[in-house]
């Protein structure tokens, strides 16, 4: 099993900056990559980015541009740098991991329990 545990959610104002943090635990030899996901109030789970074990990434079309995503393999840590925030952002945001890539951008195995993101405008 693995556990992934998020960290640096908060409230911020229109246009500021957050980064979170994900740090991975357990059976971490079984994961090659990881990802970020979304869900907003009333709203379906939607995926934001994830990132494989060579580094490769991928996005939703609605942060390109403003989110980046990357990892510490070392470290076991994925990281969402997310910029230009606006209050449509404004949601629960989920750590992801699964063995393979194209699974975590669409059905990930390993969840996280998720940090709350807030955008005030």
């Known amino acids: 099993q693995v556990q992934l545990v998020e960290s640096g959610g908060g409230l911020v104002q229109a246009g500021g900056s957050l980064r979170l943090s994900c740090v991975a635990s357990?059976?971490?030899?079984?994961?090659?990559?990881m990802g970020w996901y979304r869900q907003a109030p009333g709203k379906q789970r939607e995926l934001v980015a994830g990132?494989?074990?060579?580094?490769?990434?991928d996005y939703a079309d609605f942060v390109k541009g403003r989110f980046t995503i990357s990892r510490d393999n070392a470290k076991n840590t994925a990281y969402l740098q997310m910029s230009s925030l606006e209050p449509e952002d404004t949601a629960v945001y989920y750590c992801?991991?699964?063995?393979?890539?194209?699974?975590?951008?669409?059905?990930?195995?390993?969840w996280g329990q998720g940090t709350q993101v807030t955008v005030s405008s």
């Open positions: 992801t991991a699964d063995q393979v890539f194209w699974r975590v951008l669409n059905a990930p195995r390993y």
């Open positions: 357990g059976s971490t030899f079984s994961i090659n990559a």
């Open positions: 990132i494989g074990s060579s580094g490769n990434t």
